[in-house]
């Protein structure tokens, strides 16, 4: 299985981005599919994330109304869709899939955003 995103980039504040997550090597179905991001000297969390329904979405509350998590089960493929873009969402975004006891990563991107 490989998760491949792509999309980061540098970007203005106010600005959007569009990350894409490719699934390969399996069918795009799993218990759950998110986004995580990483900035220097902290941890991972959890940006946004499908419900194990596959539909139901978790947002964390910095980017709730800001960041839209998507789908395309015809294209193995998950986005996120960033807006209003601020410094402090800078990271590395990576995509995670789980089911049962397995975890997959993509590589990571970089998001960096100027003030």
């Known amino acids: 299985v490989q998760l491949v995103e792509s999309g980061g980039g540098l970007v203005q504040a106010g600005g959007s981005l569009r990350l894409s997550c490719v699934v390969s090597g399996r069918t795009f179905s799993f218990d759950t599919m998110g986004w995580y991001r990483q900035a220097p000297g902290k941890q991972r969390e959890l940006v946004a994330a499908?419900?194990?329904?596959?539909?139901?979405?978790y947002y964390v509350d910095s980017v709730e109304g800001r960041f839209t998590i998507s789908r395309d089960n015809a294209k193995n493929t998950m986005y996120l869709q960033m807006n209003s873009l601020k410094p402090e969402d800078t990271a590395v975004y990576y995509c995670?899939?789980?089911?049962?006891?397995?975890?997959?990563w993509g590589q990571g991107t970089q998001v960096t955003v100027s003030s």
């Open positions: 499908f419900g194990i329904d596959g539909v139901s979405t």
């Open positions: 995670n899939a789980d089911e049962g006891w397995s975890t997959w």
